[in-house]
């Protein structure tokens, strides 16, 4: 190796019993459980803040025997949570992996109550078809009190978070155990050995182009991601350790999303209080639907996909140049323009359906409903209205109205100008919430080789840690990143003096 090829010595090199590499829910959850079992803890994360894709979630967590659903007089069953799972699954069941989705099913009640006893406040449970027995949990004021009071546990418990951090490789042994890291920090390079284990969190893929379109279907890696940061650094990582991807071409969505809005909503700027957030959560489960619009319709309208039925009452769904696209297909089509991205156009006396039930433009599920009214008072920047086609077409500054007018007169078989004004919802968007790609990890969330052999010293979770579960429906893939986070800590941490 010549001399100006060798990696410069590290700066300094310290010791720690558990590193974990990305600060977002799954890395948090590692980091807070392996600092409550006594153990000294490193969190890495090459973001400038924590949060990672969980603080840009809904923050509803699918559980069974839980607190509240005994305090609800729920009798719940392992076995039917698992059912239920694969219920949304059914297809893909197949290559699925039957033995985490028992752990899961296990675990993530454990999970609730755990996040719950540090000050995290859930409203619910509440209902979700397929599931039989209500098992949604939302929190309260939303996915930012669970990374609020996952660090402050970090921080009561003396574990080291450093951000803006660039983890280059793992160092493993002669027999490839993970001894710890080497990461660039503050320009300087930096190792840091872990006595009881390295854990992976540092999410899916989707931000990387590259392996979006080694992976995935074209209109999935044509889309755009919800967290760009997710750049897939955690697979090398893994794959020089041995391990092995599995279902790196598996993909759910991508889902059609409204611009995200650029003002911050009350579940943003609500303080992460235990006692706030305690007496919210009381108040969401028992005051009258009116107390509640405040709290959930700015989560609702903030970027949240629109409802199907908009499209079956009439509305038509076209690019930036008014060309029309296919409705029964929207992300897809979304997916495969220039622009990515489109506007959904329909009559206003169509649109004026949707300001009550039974049709909505928005909802999450088991917390509430957001109607055309509400995109109105709190997102006027998505909603466009004009008497007619030609002046639509100039407010959402297409070229001409031709190729609007022949959308809609196709769709509606009209020439669009009897029975005006019109009504453009957007720009929607076709987005990535999450890959379902990840490392082979066993129940403990420890990495294995291609011979089925665990990795010494290395662990995965969250995303990337799934192992081959696929996780379709509400509330499973915070579920997972939590409950892997939980249950890696702790192992990771038992490790340390040989346990």
């Not at 196709?410 to 076709?430: E, F, I, N, R, T």
Request: aromatic letters at 6%.
């Amino acid at each position: 190796m010549r001399q100006a090829d060798r990696p410069a010595p590290p700066a300094s090199r310290v010791e720690f019993d558990v590193i974990v590499i990305g600060a977002g829910g799954s890395g948090l959850a590692a980091a807070a459980s392996a600092a409550q079992a006594g153990a000294r803890v490193l969190v890495l994360e090459r973001g400038e803040r924590v949060g990672g894709t969980t603080a840009m979630a809904v923050g509803s967590i699918s559980a069974a025997r839980t607190r509240l659903q005994r305090q609800a007089g729920i009798s719940d069953d392992f076995d039917a949570f698992v059912e239920d799972m694969n219920a949304f699954t059914a297809d893909l069941l197949a290559h699925d992996n039957a033995p985490l989705r028992r752990m899961l099913a296990e675990q993530a009640g454990i999970t609730v109550d755990w996040l719950a006893s540090q000050g995290v406040a859930f409203a619910g449970p509440y209902a979700e078809p397929p599931h039989r027995t209500p098992r949604m949990h939302n929190t309260i004021p939303g996915p930012g009190a669970i990374i609020a009071r996952l660090l402050r546990t970090c921080q009561r418990h003396a574990a080291q978070v450093q951000t803006g951090v660039t983890v280059q490789r793992l160092l493993l042994n002669a027999q490839g155990a993970a001894l710890g890291v080497e990461y660039l920090h503050g320009g300087s390079v930096c190792q840091a050995m872990a006595r009881g284990g390295v854990v992976l969190a540092s999410g899916d893929f989707s931000g990387n182009a590259l392996m979006r379109h080694a992976h995935l279907p074209t209109p999935a890696a044509r889309a755009t991601p919800i967290n760009a940061g997710n750049l897939g650094d955690g697979f090398r990582l893994a794959q020089d350790a041995g391990a092995v991807p599995v279902h790196m071409d598996k993909i759910f969505g991508p889902q059609l999303r409204f611009s995200r809005s650029q003002h911050r909503g009350l579940n943003d700027v609500m303080p992460s209080w235990p006692w706030l957030a305690w007496l919210s959560a009381k108040v969401f489960m028992h005051a009258p639907a009116w107390m509640l619009q405040p709290l959930v319709k700015s989560l609702l309208i903030a970027n949240m996909s629109p409802s199907d039925a908009l499209f079956k009452c009439g509305a038509v769904l076209v690019d930036k140049a008014g060309v029309a696209l296919d409705s029964t297909r929207p992300a897809v089509s979304i997916a495969l323009t220039a622009e990515r991205a489109g506007y959904i156009v329909m009559r206003a006396s169509a649109a004026d359906q949707f300001r009550a039930q039974p049709y909505f433009i928005s909802t999450a599920p088991g917390i509430a409903y957001a109607y055309l009214g509400d995109y109105e008072r709190g997102r006027p920047d998505i909603v466009h209205y004009a008497a007619d086609l030609a002046g639509l077409a100039q407010a959402l500054g297409m070229p001409s109205d031709a190729a609007l007018r022949l959308a809609v007169g196709q769709s509606l078989g009209d020439d669009g100008d009897d029975g005006g004004p019109w009504v453009a919802l957007g720009p929607v968007h076709a987005m990535l919430t999450t890959t379902e790609g990840a490392v082979k990890v066993d129940a403990q969330c420890r990495v294995l080789n291609l011979q089925g052999q665990v990795v010494p010293g290395l662990y995965a979770v969250g995303c990337m840690g799934q192992g081959g579960l696929l996780l379709r429906g509400h509330g499973l893939h915070l579920a997972w990143a939590f409950t892997s986070g939980r249950v890696a800590g702790w192992h990771a941490a038992q490790q340390r003096s040989g346990g």
